[in-house]
């Protein structure tokens, strides 16, 4: 839907997807305090970071592809 579908040939290994859990794991932790202070409701940590993060990546890729409008235009 946005951006392209693949990563030009790339192909990720263990190894580098390992990095990318490792990469993960200050977002879980940071999930897991505002769940401990009662700011995000109890859950599955991991999902809620995996959520987090891949909305992220979608307004970072929007505004990347200059497709995001006012107010949100650097």
Do not use: C, K
């Not at 995000?40 to 990347?64: C, K, M, N, P, S």
């Amino acid at each position: 839907m946005f951006g392209g579908a693949g990563f030009g040939g790339l192909s990720l290994t263990e190894e580098d997807l390992q990095h990318g859990r490792y990469t993960l794991e200050p977002v879980v932790r940071a999930v897991e305090a505002a769940m401990a202070a009662n700011r995000f409701r109890r859950g599955d940590a991991w999902l809620v970071a995996h959520q987090r993060w891949i909305a992220l990546h979608g307004l970072v890729t929007l505004e990347l592809g200059g497709l995001l409008g006012p107010p949100y235009e650097g």
